[in-house]
């Protein structure tokens, strides 16, 4: 008797705490309804890409001392070095040198690896063609530096939230000068030093590693 | 003859033709889901002859309960059914046809006979149009209170008879066939599928 | 069918504007005959009512695109009219000129017929709404149980369209949509039956008017918020919205019975759905939220202002504010629909069905066994 009527009071429970949480959602909902779109218009207006972003790979013909270091790290062997080996001098002569990222998953290894940095990582992203034949770029394609957001006149840049002044959500209207929330790394390391310089000099030996690669 | 007659007329010409059409075509088409469809035209076209005979209530009850619910509960069963198989020739098919359509054929010479010997009051007595809902409710609560509840025990019946043929796990053997039904997945409470494999 | 039912329309007790029988008598002033009349008006307030459904699906379409959009921080339709206003209108217009598909294996009569049989019976629906005293199509007798019975129809097309199409997620579709809605159409109408047990009347007009006595006191909604309640999640799933739109369940059966459908045959299970949901919100509104009722009686307002009912200046303004009343409540509605859209998750069809058999029903037939003890009980406060 007692069992059934549990029964009935925990299913009366279940009943109102699924309607509680109905209408929790539906608050968060309506909540939402308040807030402004976050709608960036893409090709009039574009995000300007984090400075660690990794977009098409850039490269210097006349660093590359093709060593194939890009080759052994890369996840699939993707680039192709084309060189012949000159008798005469007993160096390598680079011939030609390609990516197709239509099979790159921009790992960023080949770049993280290679010696004369002559690989980088750039912002573009805008990689869509009509063939996919013409996305393996040789070595003059991949040596044409991109537009930047920033400095392409017929491009609104705005920054990404992350990069916004404290509390602002919507990046329309920002001044550019306006400084992001928080402090860069660079600048937590000259606070940081200026703290040391003027009390502890101890403290600052532990954290100027830190600093140095955060600088780098 | 007022404009309200004739469209009347019209009216009763073109759902009687339904009516007569629509179920030669539910016997005779050989597709079922065809047979099934027109089954719902046809109690459609019923629910327009209420209609015309000012029993709006009624027509109503008959689209909801013939076509929303009968109707679609035969189709259910036509699509639902998964059983793939020949059918063989009936032995002496001619011989039945004939029976049939013989046995058909005096129900409706009965009928007729009926029609035409009965003196039909014309014309019939008025209709009560709106307040027919009340009156169709005070009957069937005083003098066809039995009727209906025999009707509703008779529906109970047929639930019943459903589950036991849709839920064949309670059941040693198939209905049906008489085969021992299988009841290898089927989770019972004494034995359940996960066996805790410590305590054999 | 019309013909034989708007002539039935009863005297009424409180006047109100009859746009009928001025029409009639103005033409019968011309010299026509009252049955001439009677035809020639006939089809206006049904042509009317076309036009405001259609309209009401574009303003809907349009909500929707627009809410959803506010409710993901997106902007929505921008370009097609200010706002994106148009948008709906450039929807329907692509759907209208797009090629006719009829799948090679489908059959093709079945196919054609489907969403016809969804869209007619949710058009003939509309015959019962009232936006006024005397403002729709026909006062029938029977009223919200022609709405319930012809929302019965709609499975067999559905079905019809699912098999048609000869492609297992359209017959898997048309099932689900069938089921779901002969099982939610129970307490759908044990909820109405709880309302009519009120007003002693199945007509939506005597149903608004036993909830205008004293404005928003006397709506239906304080007498049975359960019942209210269950209405509208029946609605919603008889609408196949979500959290109930498993028929058209995107991840599971692509769309349902309307994978195959293409152009203007698509376009008209969209116009059947979204008519579909207004004609819902307007009922809700009817029955439960006083229809065309102003929250304070317009009755008590001339009175206060000193003048009369009668008055033709206020019956004019009386009508309007009662249009306005019902198109407004409907459209709350169909916002708290969208809303609910983006809030609720699809549910599976075991707890669609555990819901609508294990839960609304038994809590809609004590809904009504409560309604008629309250009513033997307090026949004043429920209608005696």
Known sequence: MFGFLKKVADYTRDAVDAANYLGQGLSVTFDHLRRRPITVQYPYEKLIPSERYRGRIHYEFDKCIACEVCVRVCPINLPVVDWVMNKETKKKELRNYSIDFGVCIFCGNCVEYCPTNCLSMTEEYELAAFDRHSLNYDNVALGRLPTSVTTDPSVQPLRELAYLPAGVMDPHGVPADQPRAGQLPAQVLEQLQANAAAGDEGESIENAPVGDKANG | ?200 | MVTNLATAAPALVSPGLDLELSFTQALQGLGLSPQVAHLIWLPLPMALVLVAAIVGVLVTVWLERKISAAAQQRIGPEYAGPLGVLQPMADGLKLLVKEDVIPARADGLLFTLGPVLVLVPVILSWLIVPFGQNLLISNVGVGIFLWISLSSIQPIGLLMSGYASNNKYSLLGGLRAAAQSISYEIPLALSVLAVVMMSNSLSTVDIVDQQNGAGVLSWNVWRQPVGFLIFWICALAECERLPFDLPEAEEELVAGYQTEYAGMKFALFYLGSYINLVLSALLVSVLYLGGWGFPIPVEWLAGWLGQSVDAPVVQVITASVGIVMTVLKAYLLVFLAILLRWTTPRVRIDQLLDLGWKFLLPLSLANLLITAALKLVFPSAFGG
Not at chain 2, 124 to 131: D, K, L, Q, S, V
Not at chain 2, 166 to 183: F, I, K, M, P, W
């Open chain 2, 1 to 200: 003859m007022t404009i309200a007659n004739s469209t009347e007329l019209i009216c009763f010409v073109v759902l009687a033709a339904v009516v007569v059409l629509g179920s030669l075509g539910v016997v005779l088409l050989s597709n079922i889901v065809y047979s099934a469809f027109l089954l719902g035209g046809v109690f459609m076209a019923v629910a327009g002859l209420y209609l015309l005979l000012n029993a709006s209530f009624v027509a109503a009850a008959q689209v909801l309960v013939y076509v929303g619910a009968v109707n679609v509960l035969i189709l259910f069963a036509i699509m639902l059914v998964n059983k793939r198989e020949d059918l063989k020739p009936v032995e002496g098919l001619q011989l039945r046809r004939l029976l049939s359509g013989g046995v058909c054929a005096g129900l409706l010479i009965l009928l007729v006979r009926v029609v035409v010997s009965t003196p039909w009051a014309v014309p019939g007595p008025a209709a009560i149009g709106e307040g027919a809902t009340e009156r169709i409710g005070e009957h069937l609560f005083t003098d066809y209170l039995l009727p209906f509840e025999l009707a509703s025990v008779l529906l109970l019946m047929a639930m019943i008879g459903a589950i036991v043929l849709a839920r064949r796990d309670v059941l040693e053997a198939d209905v049906g066939t008489g085969d021992a039904v299988d009841q290898g997945l089927i989770e019972k409470p004494s034995t359940p599928l996960l066996v805790d494999q410590s305590t054999r």
